[in-house]
């Protein structure tokens, strides 16, 4: 059983759309992080909120947390080619600081 | 600063070799993990480390171990492989460990594991 689940898990989009991913739990994290991954690199860390109901935004980018903080979504604005990746959500649960991750959303974004 | 260097990028072994991968962390983080990525799994945890301890440790065989030296850097070694084992290694720094749950780590590149 996945204790984290992210949803869709592929999208493929044309330049210029708009676009939501998901990240579920039943179980409440303390804080939860975004991060994304580019073919044959490590993933790369884009944001933590911590917050129930916290919004942040960066760039093109917004993120918000749940306020139970079982979930999380990221909705990107006017998707661009350089947004292509594997976006995963991660956080710690049941009191262990190691983060479990989900298994991601693949996202291409075509010109 | 420089950031998390693993090594090598490639390797290609065949079943029942042994590999050892690297990974040198951010400088000042005392604490590195070992995640395995596989299209079917995500990323697993396999260990952390730190200050040459193991401190915690994921749902794997005991053919995958590691260790920790002084300058905290990490080597992680897989015995007697086997063609599951195919996969990106990936080495998470962190300055404590326990804010990874928290703040999140900075990861390496990854070493792509074959085994054929």
């Known amino acids: 059983t996945q204790l984290l689940e992210q949803s869709p898990q592929f999208l493929s989009i044309q330049e210029g759309e708009n676009l939501t991913v998901y990240c579920n739990s039943s179980s409440v994290f303390s804080s939860l992080q975004w991060y994304r991954q580019e073919p044959g690199e490590g993933p790369v860390l884009l944001v933590t909120v911590v917050t129930g109901g916290e919004v942040k935004k960066l760039k093109r980018l917004t993120f918000q947390f749940g306020d139970a903080r079982k979930d999380s979504s990221l909705h990107i604005t006017a998707a661009q080619p350089g947004d292509t990746g594997l976006y995963l959500c991660a956080g710690a649960l049941g009191g262990s600081y190691i983060p479990t991750f989900g298994r991601g959303t693949s996202l291409i974004v075509h010109p | ?116």
Not at chain 2, 17 to 22: D, E, G, I, K
Not at chain 2, 46 to 51: D, T
Request: net charge positive; charged share 15%.
């Open chain 2, 1 to 116: 600063k420089a950031g998390v260097t693993q090594t090598p990028r490639y390797l290609i072994k065949t079943r029942g070799q042994q590999v050892t991968l690297s990974c040198s962390p951010i400088s000042g983080h005392r604490s590195v993990s070992w995640y395995q990525q596989t299209p079917g799994q995500g990323l697993q945890f396999l260990f952390e480390y730190f200050s040459e301890t193991q401190r915690n440790k994921g749902n794997f065989p005991g053919r995958f171990s590691g260790r920790q030296f002084s300058n905290s850097r990490s080597e992680m070694n897989v015995s007697t492989l086997e063609l599951g084992d195919s996969a990106l290694y990936l080495c998470a720094s962190s300055y404590t460990g326990t804010g990874a749950g928290n703040y999140g780590y900075t990861f390496g590149s990854g070493t792509r594991l074959t085994v054929v």
